[in-house]
């Protein structure tokens, strides 16, 4: 009898655990200072590892440019190197997932700070696989971010100070929370892109496609 009664307790936690819109999700984390190189490498990890790339930054500048009615909010907040309130970015990277076909998921830039990893841990219910996190010195991240000639309003020198002060005061304790429960894995951001990538492919080698 005993075999029984336990049986369905355990399925029902193994169907509702990560599930979005209907399907099981993997999701990773990425952090990292600004420029430490989350973007670059998240690149390289779609090429070979075939997750869906979602940049919190990257959906809020295209929230400004839909000409949504938190658009001016958003762009004030960039460039003073502040974080948006978590239900606008949350909303945002909760319809990119249920609008892709995919079920895995680099979400880059997020969560920054207690308030987004609380509110998407209770929104969502999803928890993240792991958090991969970009370790780069603020001089190395100020010269790539000043090199980068992207056109962003947030690189230059006064925005990129507040922009490292936000992540240190807000953004390291959410990767220290993370890191109490044995999620992070850390990379040192500082090397060459194609060295900082083969440390990236060692840890997404159970992710690698199968042979064919
Ligand atoms: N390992 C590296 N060595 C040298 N330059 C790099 C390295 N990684 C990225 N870059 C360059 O640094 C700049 C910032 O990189 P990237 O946009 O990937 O950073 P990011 O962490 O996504 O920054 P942000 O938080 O501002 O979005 C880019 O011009 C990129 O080409
Ligand atoms: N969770 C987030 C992520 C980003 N922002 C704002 O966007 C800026 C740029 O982000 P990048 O990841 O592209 O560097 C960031 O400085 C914040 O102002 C946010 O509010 N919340
Ligand atoms: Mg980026």
């Given at each position: ?29 990425v ?47 960039i460039?003073?190197?502040k ?28 969560p ?61 304790p ?39």
């Amino acid at each position: 009898m005993g075999t029984v009664v336990d049986a369905p307790a355990v399925v029902a936690e193994e169907v509702t655990e990560n599930m979005l819109g209907g399907k099981k999700v993997t999701v990773v984390f990425v952090l990292g200072g600004p420029g430490s190189g989350k973007g670059t490498q998240c690149a390289n990890i779609v090429e070979h590892f075939g997750f869906i790339h979602l940049s919190a930054g990257d959906l809020l500048r295209a929230e400004i440019k839909s000409g949504s009615e938190n658009g001016t909010m958003i762009e004030n907040m960039i460039k003073e190197g502040k974080i948006v309130p978590s239900e606008v970015t949350i909303k945002l990277l909760q319809e990119a997932m249920i609008k892709s076909e995919n079920d895995k998921f680099l979400i880059d830039g997020f969560p920054r700070n207690e308030e987004n990893r609380a509110a998407f841990e209770n929104v969502t219910k999803i928890s993240p696989a792991f958090v991969l996190f970009f370790d780069c010195s603020e001089e190395e991240m100020e010269r790539r971010l000043l090199g980068r000639n992207q056109g962003r309003v947030d690189d230059n020198v006064e925005t990129i100070k507040k922009r490292f002060k936000t992540f240190v005061e807000s953004s390291l304790p959410v990767i220290e929370h993370y890191s109490s429960k044995d999620k992070v894995k850390k990379i040192d951001a500082a090397k060459p892109i194609l060295e900082v990538f083969e440390d990236v492919k060692a840890i997404f080698a159970p992710y690698a496609p199968k042979a064919e």
